[in-house]
Structure formats: C-alpha cells, structure tokens
C-alpha cells in the first residue's frame, strides 16, 4: 500500500506565504481556472493532498475545510475566448495571478505549481514541479480551482448537454470529441486546440 507522506507547511519561513494552482489546463472547452490559498502555521488535514490523487468526494468534502480555515483564498478564471488569444500557458499564469489579486491578505511570498510564472507585482515566488503534492497551500488550491471548475462546467451541460460536461468536465474523452463532430462547437470550445483526432496540425 502506498504511505501518504504529509504535505510541508510552507516552503519560505516567517512570511505571508500563498500557494497557487490551476485546473482545466488540457481541456477542449470552457475556462482555465486558478486558485490562491494562505494557510495558518498551524493547519493540518490528513485528507489533504494534490487534488489529482483525491476522489471527488474527498476534494468536496476539503472544499469548505480549506475555506473555513484559510486565512485567506481567492478563486478565478480565464475564458476560452481569451485563452484562444493569449494561448493556455499565458492564460494559466494570468488565471493564478487573479487569483492572488481576489486574496483579502496581501503575500510576501508565493509558491507555484508546476514550473513556469510570471512575478507578479513585486512578489518574490517559487516554481515547484508537482507542488500540489508537496505543500499544503498548493494543494489546498488545487481542490479549491478543481472544485470551483467542476461545478463551472457542470452548470454549462445544463445548456449543451451533447457534449458531456457532467461526466468529462471538458476533457478531451472519446465522447467529447465524437459530439464536436457531429454537433460542432460551442462559444465555450478552445478553437485554438485539437479539438478532433483528425485534424491537421498546422505550423503557425
């Protein structure tokens, strides 16, 4: 059985440390989304880890513990629209940084999933390849931007259910890509991406 091995605290000591990540960076349609999460010295949960090796239910039920006990967290997103325009990783990066901007407490320091980012303002950050299985705010910010995405594009099936959203959330699943063939796209589809198997790669 693999042993859970507990989520660091912080990885900068004595400061105002939020942790940041997205959700949604390889799907066919709707938003990228971001969250940003500062932490108490002393929160702890031994449920808690990357929202990626957490059920459904498990990141659901984090979801109000995070929000109850942060001492600050902000969620927010970039349209497909303005992802087709900028591209995803720029989108990503601009998602985490509205994120930090919705936070009621201002950083001195920001730990970042994955390993590109952009300063923002004047704040010192940290790069950190798989992050959210290694600090507690990073992971706490996956579930939030996990969760928050979810019922995003669960609300959106209601209006274009063809396309499967409650299950795949807009992944690129076999099911997802066949409905784009047979029913087009949405104003909530990624033009820019692949959105079928079979279609060209183009050089631009």
Known sequence: MK???PLASYFTVDCIEAGCDEAGRGCLAGPVFAAAVIL?????SPLLN???QLTEHQRYALRPIIEQRA???????VDAPEIDKINILNASILAMHRAVDGLSIRP???IIDGNRFKKYQDIPHHTIVKGDGKYLSIAAASVLAKTYRDDYMVALADEFPQYDWKSNKGYPTVK????IELYGTTPYHRMTFRLLNTQLELDL
Do not use: C, N
Request: aromatic share 8%; no cysteine; proline share 4%.
């Open 3 to 5: 042993v859970h091995q």
């Open 40 to 44: 108490p010295a002393d929160f702890s």
């Open 50 to 52: 990357d929202s990626k």
């Open 71 to 77: 001492l600050a967290w902000s969620v927010a997103r």
């Open 108 to 110: 001195e320091h920001l």
């Open 176 to 179: 997802h890509r066949r409905a």
